[in-house]
Structure formats: structure tokens, C-alpha cells
């Protein structure tokens, strides 16, 4: 599976710059390539990512989460989202679940994982939870 550049790109413009909350990945089957889907501005928030996640397809996607910890500290932490709903074609799951982790590793910075198939697997408090 090829990555395009434009992916690893945008990826350091979220991690260095904050150009970007989140960007969204997909793979193009035609072309047999992880591209970029979806850059969501600094302005959108969380409900925007997730509501940028299709129903019934797989995506990869990266979100900088900020917080502010127990201690009243800021802190970010860029999340890496598998996201595979039940309702995909068993072929778009198998794809993507065989590419993961060699995109992963074109993406350097990523401290936490998250997997979910629902919505509810990926709910502000889980997130928060994981990124702690």
C-alpha cells in the first residue's frame, strides 16, 4: 500500500504548525494509495471529526487532542484513530486493518492508538481517558 506524500504533508502541518484540528485518511482503491480526505480547520472541534467519519466506511484519521490535565496543566497529544464500523464491506475492513501499521509508522508523533467501530468507542471521555 503507497502513501501519498500529501499525507505525511499535512500530518506535519498538525503536529509542528497546528495548521490543522484533524486530518482524515483513505485509501483510493483505484489507485492502491492512502490519501487525504479531510483537513478540519483549528476553528472545528471534536463533534466535527467524528461527524466527518463515514457510517459505513473505513478511515485512518490523526486529531490533536488539547487538555488541560488534573495538575492545570495545557498539554497535546496527536491520536491516531483506526476507525472500521460494523456496517463496512468485510473486504474495505480487511484493507484497512492490513495497511494500519505500515501508515502508522510513515506518521512520526503519533502517542495514542484508538480503535473503534462505533461511535460510542470513541466518545470525548474515552479519548480523554486514553490520552492521560
Known sequence: MAVDDECKLK???LKAKRNYLFVVFKIDE????VIV???GSPE???EDFTNSLPANECRYAVFDYNFTTDENCQKSKILFFAWSPDTSRVRNKMLYASSKDKFK???DGIQVELQATDPSEMSLDIV???AL
Open 44 to 46: 472545528e472541534t471534536y
Open 128 to 130: 480523554k481517558a486514553r
Open 11 to 13: 500530518f506535519l502541518e
Open 37 to 39: 480526505e479531510k483537513l
Open 30 to 33: 483505484k489507485t492502491q494509495q
Open 105 to 107: 509508522r510513515q506518521l
